[in-house]
């Protein structure tokens, strides 16, 4: 009676859970299939996925879809209602439209359901195109435990669809050395690697193609020796149809570059085969002059369709960028939207009044962005929703009076997505836009607009500042090595790297790989050097200071030896001495010198390149100079010879002496 008594005691005063989870606990996301396109008669198709991610089980979840009461007439009206896609906020729903049960939802289950709102709720619209707000939402009785806004675009009549036009990168993921290697390009153009893939999806669709020079090169520089996946590829990528532009060398961000303070935007200074100058132990010393299969034109040939366009980083340029960028020759710029501002918008071109008439074709922010979240799409609802929201917005903008649109897919090295393809057929399926060839777009008359200056991170322009810094000093160092572009070439090549577009997602890699180009650097202006040594006696009054130097590069280099002492004890009789030095040796500079007294002196010994570069630190060495010491012994040894001779002389003198004087006495 007592234990009974006790458990039926510990039941009344267990604390009750609540059995709902807390809002924001569950995640779900819908959206209209179809790119949410709906014609009049139709049903409104709907997909959604839920996932609780709380610590309890909903019981008897339902979800349901609801047409408030909520006009979308152009973008800003969507960019407003899409604002926060999980608040229903305070909107009239009304009755639900649509609704199935999705029963118990256990704790981290994912569930993926259907709803069909019938053609009749559609009624009343009108006959053109009308954009409808949509929620989802799921309750468990009478708690809403998720909801979610999306969109639909009801068109009434078949529509005039407008021009549109989608770039994509031909690009190779982030590299640091600006040239690809053959392993590389073996991966890279095998079935499954990224370039491999971006030729796959270019051939299925009519995608205008921006060609990174470096993979072209790369794969004609190494010649026979290129994987067959790799010229494959390229006689591939030749025989396509596509319209085609040129990239800048490695898709370098130009505008951070000339942001950074480089007077020009970036360019290989050439480019030397990496199976060249190098003998069986590895020493570079033989290498010949840079060679390759041909020059740097040759290189990087192609036959693009469209010349003379530039397509920079989103938002990276300042006017004063814009302006020396056509200064060097560029016709056009591939821009996106958000660096325009025009009052009139019917056309993807326009003229900036306030950059003396530069040209640019405008590719859409908005529809990009969403292109890129349904390439990226985890669940069938979260694509058909970003695609949703893409047909929402190509409705409002057409609605506008735009005719043309430019879509430009990724290119950093998250990649194109693994449902992009998805994404491109759906687009092409898209009712309100027909594809076009971007030489069909860009060839359009222009509007007028003006442009919008951007200013990109401090941060990001101070560490590029400070790799363009390094740079400078390996090319002003460079003057010392027989060769200079055999050390210039690959730096300028691993710097356009490091300025690559696909670093963009990922910064860490970049500051990691940034500060290895600035270890580099440093480890080049110190390779020439001379070695630290102890005091130096110098035992004559005239003759040679031995200076040794040592090259820890893989190519010969000359230098040419300064010597100041700090006393004028000691006179240094040539200026300059020339030096040469093999490739990771040491070799030994005779310095002519003259002593003027004894003593110690400091002297400062440094080396020069030919054209008067001082090369690594001036280093100090202590001369111990007892060069009198000749003489003195000189003149004690003459004084020592004549006392010898003098006494002989005096002992024959005397020796003759003793002997008359012995005569005589006799």
Excluded at 118 to 129: F, Q
Excluded at 164 to 177: E, F, H, N, R, W
Excluded at 317 to 325: G, I, K, M, P
Excluded at 338 to 349: F, I, V
């Amino acid at each position: 009676m007592l234990l009974a008594g006790a458990i039926a005691l510990g039941g009344s005063i267990a604390p009750t859970v609540d059995p709902q989870p807390d809002v924001g606990s569950v995640q779900l996301t819908a959206g209209a299939i179809r790119s949410g396109v709906v014609r009049s008669a139709e049903s409104l198709q709907l997909t959604g996925s839920v996932t609780n991610s709380s610590q309890q089980v909903i019981e008897a979840a339902v979800a349901a879809a609801y047409l408030p009461k909520t006009e979308l007439k152009d973008a800003e009206d969507l960019d407003s209602w899409l604002e926060d896609a999980t608040s229903a906020g305070d909107e009239n729903l009304g009755n639900a439209l649509a609704s199935t049960p999705l029963g118990d939802l256990g704790m981290g289950q994912i569930r993926s359901f259907g709803l069909s709102i019938p053609a009749d709720a559609l009624e009343g619209y009108g006959a053109g195109t009308v954009i409808l707000p949509v929620i989802v939402q799921v309750t468990s009785g009478e708690v809403v435990i998720a909801s979610w806004k999306t969109t639909a675009t009801l068109i009434g009549q078949t529509p005039t669809a407008v021009s549109l036009s989608i770039v994509t990168p031909v690009t190779a993921p982030p590299d640091k050395s600006g040239l690809l290697s053959a392993e590389q390009l073996e991966l890279l153009t095998s079935p499954g690697g990224a370039l491999y893939r971006q030729l796959e999806i270019a051939s299925g669709h009519n995608l205008a193609l921006g060609i990174d020079p470096m993979v072209l090169a790369s794969i004609r520089i190494l010649g026979d020796d290129a994987p067959e996946a790799a010229t494959n590829w390229l006689e591939a990528m030749a025989a396509l149809p596509n319209d085609s532009f040129a990239l800048s060398y490695a898709d370098a961000n130009q505008g951070l570059a000339l942001q950074a303070g480089a007077g020009t935007p970036l360019s290989p200074l050439g480019i030397r085969s990496p199976l060249e100058g190098a003998d069986s132990s590895g020493d570079d010393s033989s290498a010949t002059a840079p060679s390759t299969s041909g020059s740097l034109g040759v290189l990087t040939e192609w036959s693009f369709s469209i010349s003379d366009l530039s397509w920079p980083a989103p938002v990276s340029l300042r006017s004063e960028d814009a302006r020396l960028l056509a200064k060097v020759g560029v016709q056009r710029l591939l821009l996106d939207d958000r660096q325009s501002k025009s009052s009139s918008a019917d056309t993807a071109n326009v003229q900036f009044k306030d950059l003396d008439g530069l040209n640019a074709s405008l590719v859409d922010h908005t529809l990009s962005q969403l292109v890129d979240l349904a390439a990226r799409a985890n669940t069938m609802a979260e694509q058909n929703d970003a695609l949703a929201r893409f047909g929402a917005y190509l409705a409002a903008k057409v609605e506008s009076g735009v005719g043309q649109f430019i879509i430009a897919l990724n290119r950093d090295d998250s990649g194109l997505g693994a449902r992009v393809e998805e994404a491109l057929g759906a687009i092409e399926s898209i009712p309100l836009a027909s594809l076009a060839p971007l030489s069909t777009v860009i060839a359009a008359p222009s509007g007028e607009s003006t442009f919008v200056s951007k200013e990109l991170d401090p941060k990001r322009v101070s560490a590029a500042k400070a790799i363009l810094e390094a740079e400078a000093q390996v090319t002003s160092f460079s003057t010392v090595v027989d060769q200079p572009e055999l050390l210039n070439w690959p730096r300028r090549l691993a710097l356009l790297a490091l300025f690559s577009q696909s670093w963009a997602s990922s910064e860490a890699g970049w500051t990691t790989a940034t500060e290895q180009f600035l270890d580099d650097s440093a480890d080049i202006l110190n390779s020439v050097h001379i070695p630290d040594g102890s005091t130096i006696t110098l035992l004559q009054e005239k003759g040679n200071l031995p200076i040794a130097v040592a090259n820890e590069l893989s190519f010969p280099v000359t230098v040419f030896i300064r010597a100041k002492p700090d006393r004028a004890i000691l006179d240094v009789l040539e200026d300059r001495v020339e030096l040469k030095i093999e490739a990771n040796s040491q070799a030994k500079a005779a310095v002519p010198v003259q002593s003027i007294a004894n003593g110690t002196v400091l002297t400062r010994l440094s080396l020069e390149s030919r054209s008067g570069v001082e090369i690594s630190a001036p280093t100090f060495v202590e001369l111990n100079v007892q060069a009198g010491w000749e003489t003195a012994a000189t003149i004690v040894l003459a004084i020592a010879i004549l006392l010898i001779f003098v006494a002989g002389i005096w002992r024959t003198v005397l020796r003759r002496r003793r002997s008359a004087q012995s005569g005589r006495e006799s």
